[in-house]
């Protein structure tokens, strides 16, 4: 079992920048890859980054690339969203998940509202 509990939501201006954070207990991360999706009101959850907690590998969804930044700590077992030049269309909750690529485990955190105002 791990326990996902996000942190550093917030209301922004255009232009700004956040740092989520989502910090992972239970068991070791080391077998998963660690994720950040939101979901904006009217609209179904969607990928914005991932990466192997492992290996370090990421990748991005076409509309952060170049904004944000998926990153972890493994000291601290937690995982970061660095998200800058945010704007109105970012404004969603943000969830963390903690998947194996087997498809066997996955677990989501409980989400933190991000909001961009013009």
């Known amino acids: 079992q791990v326990q996902l509990v996000e942190s550093g939501g917030g209301l922004v201006q255009t232009g700004g920048s956040l740092r989520l954070s989502c910090a992972a207990s239970g068991r070791s991360l080391n077998a998963y890859v660690m994720a950040w999706f939101r979901q904006a009101p009217g609209k179904e959850r969607e990928f914005v980054a991932r990466i192997s907690w492992s290996g370090g590998d990421t990748s991005y969804a076409d509309s952060v690339k170049g904004r944000f930044t998926i990153s972890g700590d493994h000291a601290k077992n937690t995982l970061y969203l660095q998200m800058n030049s945010l704007t109105p269309e970012d404004t969603a909750v943000y969830y963390c998940?903690?998947?194996?690529?087997?498809?066997?485990?996955?677990?989501w955190g409980q989400g933190t509202q991000v909001t961009v105002s013009s």
């Open positions: 998940r903690a998947f194996t690529t087997s498809g066997r485990y996955n677990y």
